[in-house]
């Protein structure tokens, strides 16, 4: 038995980046696995316009169509996570990483310049001091 049998499309999304290198659970941290999710939708159902239907040299698909996609899935928290949501996760992770070390290096050279006033005043205060001690 043909398993496209009664369908008039099928249409696979796969992410390599997907499964070229770990990626970690937004809730809990542990590493997540991909998993392949698939949905049949007709083209006369109301979640079709959540869906890119193929469109081939004699036109577009009508009728039934399996999508096949990328998601990942956590097992300690039993949630799946699709590529899209991971990688917007990952966005504002490296976006909030940028700003930690930026607010740090400012912080830093607030400390740098503190400390340079700092040892300006002791050097100054020690040669005040040396010239009135040789008096």
Partial sequence: MNLLEGFQGYSKRYSISARARKYYCPICWKTVQVRVKSQIIDTKSE???????????????????????????????????????????????KRREREEKRVGSERNERFRLLLRAAVLLISFVLVVMLVYANR
């Avoid at 081939?56 to 928290?77: N, T």
């Avoid at 949630?79 to 504002?92: A, C, H």
């Fill in 47 to 93: 979640e079709a316009k959540n869906f890119d239907f193929p469109v081939f040299e004699g036109g577009a698909v009508v009728g039934k169509v399996k999508f096949v996609w990328d998601v990942f899935y956590c097992a300690s928290c039993d949630k799946e996570i699709t590529i899209t949501e991971m990688r917007e996760f990952e966005r504002e992770t």
